[in-house]
C-alpha cells in the first residue's frame, strides 16, 4: 500500500513540472521598422541566453535573436 502511495504521489508531482515553452522562429528577411506596442517577450540569443524585449517585432529585428518566447523572460 505504501509503495503505490509513492507511486501516485510522484505522477502527481510530476505532471505539476514546468513545461519548457515553444520557441518562435524569426522569419528572414527581419523586421526593419516596429510598431511600439508593448507586449513583453523573451528573445532567446543565437549564442545561448536570453534577452527581453517590447515585441516579437523588436526582439526578432535583433540579429543576434534566434527566436523568441512569449511573455517576460524568467529571471
Known amino acids: 500500500m505504501r509503495s503505490l502511495f509513492t507511486l501516485?504521489?510522484?505522477v502527481?508531482?510530476?505532471?505539476?513540472a514546468t513545461q519548457?515553452?515553444?520557441?518562435?522562429?524569426?522569419?528572414?528577411?527581419?523586421?526593419?521598422?516596429?510598431?511600439?506596442?508593448?507586449?513583453?517577450?523573451?528573445?532567446?540569443?543565437k549564442t545561448g541566453g536570453t534577452r527581453e524585449f517590447a515585441s516579437p517585432c523588436t526582439a526578432c529585428a535583433d540579429n543576434a535573436v534566434s527566436?523568441?518566447?512569449?511573455?517576460?523572460?524568467?529571471?
Open 20 to 45: 519548457p515553452q515553444a520557441t518562435n522562429a524569426c522569419t528572414e528577411p527581419r523586421p526593419l521598422v516596429c510598431t511600439r506596442e508593448f507586449r513583453p517577450t523573451c528573445g532567446v540569443l
Open 8 to 10: 501516485v504521489a510522484m
Open 67 to 75: 527566436g523568441y518566447i512569449a511573455g517576460p523572460c524568467s529571471q
Open 12 to 16: 502527481m508531482l510530476s505532471a505539476c
